[in-house]
C-alpha cells in the first residue's frame, strides 16, 4: 500500500507569509505526528494527534504554529507569521495507533523562508 | 529530560566491511523502546532496527545488529558486509513508552560513507 505522503515537496515563502504544509498518512492508522529538522540536527517533536485530537502538543515552538486533523486522516501544520528561523524540513510520520508501534514517516516538506 | 547523543558525526566504511556507529542516551525511565533509522538524500525516515529496553537479547535484522547495554544507556548499531546502499545519515531515537505521549527523540546523526 501507499506510505505517507507529504505535499509540497519543497516551499518557498517570503518572511511573514501564511504557509500550510499537508501529511497523507497511511491509511488506517490513527496516530500521526509532525516533526521538524533544521539543517544538521535530528527531527524534533511538534505535535502528535490520535485520531482528530492532539494528544500531545508539547513541542510547537509558540502560537504561529498550529496544526488540525478534523477527519482522523489527512493533517495540515500551519505556520503564521513564517520567520526564516522557521525554515527547516517539516516530516510526518503515522503509526497504527498503539504505543508501542513503530512511526513511519513521509518524505517531508523542505520550507524555506526568505 | 531525555537527551540521545552520536558522538561521530561521520564515518567511513569500505565495502564488504564491518562499521559500527554510536549512541549514547540519558533517561530515568525504565520502560522504553530504542531506534535507528536511516535517512538518504531522499529525507525519507527509514527504520533500520528496534530494541524494547526489557529484553536483554540484542535485536538483529539481517546484516544489521546492536549492541544493547543498558547499564551503561548505550546502543551502537553495528552494519556487517557494508554495501554502497548504506551510506546515508543514520539517526539513533528513543522513546518512552510511559507518559512520554509517544513521541521519538533523536540524536544529531551519523553521516555514513561507503567506500569501493
Known amino acids: 500500500g501507499a506510505g505517507v505522503s507529504q505535499t509540497p515537496s519543497n516551499k518557498v515563502t517570503e518572511k511573514g507569509k501564511y504557509v500550510e504544509l499537508r501529511c497523507d498518512p497511511i491509511?488506517?492508522?490513527?496516530?500521526l505526528y509532525w516533526y521538524r529538522q533544521s539543517l544538521g540536527q535530528g527531527p524534533e517533536f511538534l505535535i502528535y494527534?490520535?485520531?482528530?485530537?492532539?494528544?500531545?502538543d508539547s513541542g510547537l515552538p509558540n502560537d504561529r504554529f498550529f496544526a488540525v486533523r478534523p477527519e482522523g486522516s489527512v493533517s495540515t501544520l500551519k505556520i503564521q507569521r513564517t520567520e526564516r528561523g522557521d525554515s527547516a524540513v517539516y516530516l510526518c510520520?503515522?503509526?497504527?495507533?498503539?504505543?508501542?508501534?513503530?512511526?513511519?514517516f513521509g518524505p517531508g516538506t523542505r520550507l524555506t523562508v526568505l | 529530560a531525555q537527551t540521545v547523543t552520536q558522538s561521530q558525526p561521520e564515518m567511513s566504511v569500505q565495502e564488504a566491511e564491518t562499521v559500527t556507529l554510536s549512541c549514547t542516551y540519558d533517561?530515568?525511565?525504565?520502560?522504553?523502546?530504542l531506534f535507528w533509522y536511516k535517512q538518504p538524500p531522499s529525507r525519507q525516515m527509514i527504520l533500520v532496527i528496534r530494541q524494547e529496553a526489557y529484553k536483554q537479547q540484542n535485536a538483529t535484522e539481517n546484516r544489521f545488529s546492536v549492541n544493547f547495554q543498558k547499564a551503561a544507556k548505550s546502543f551502537s548499531l553495528k552494519i556487517s558486509d557494508s554495501q554502497l546502499g548504506d551510506a546515508a545519515m543514520y539517526f539513533c531515537?528513543?522513546?518512552?513508552?510511559?507518559?512520554?505521549?509517544?513521541?521519538?527523540?533523536f540524536g544529531t546523526g551519523t553521516q555514513l560513507k561507503v567506500e569501493l
Open positions: 510520520a503515522s503509526s497504527p495507533g498503539l504505543t508501542t508501534d513503530t512511526q513511519y
Open positions: 533517561t530515568s525511565e525504565s520502560d522504553y523502546y
Open positions: 531515537a528513543y522513546q518512552v513508552l510511559t507518559g512520554g505521549g509517544n513521541k521519538l527523540t
Open positions: 494527534f490520535q485520531g482528530t485530537g492532539a494528544a500531545d
Open positions: 491509511s488506517g492508522h490513527t496516530a
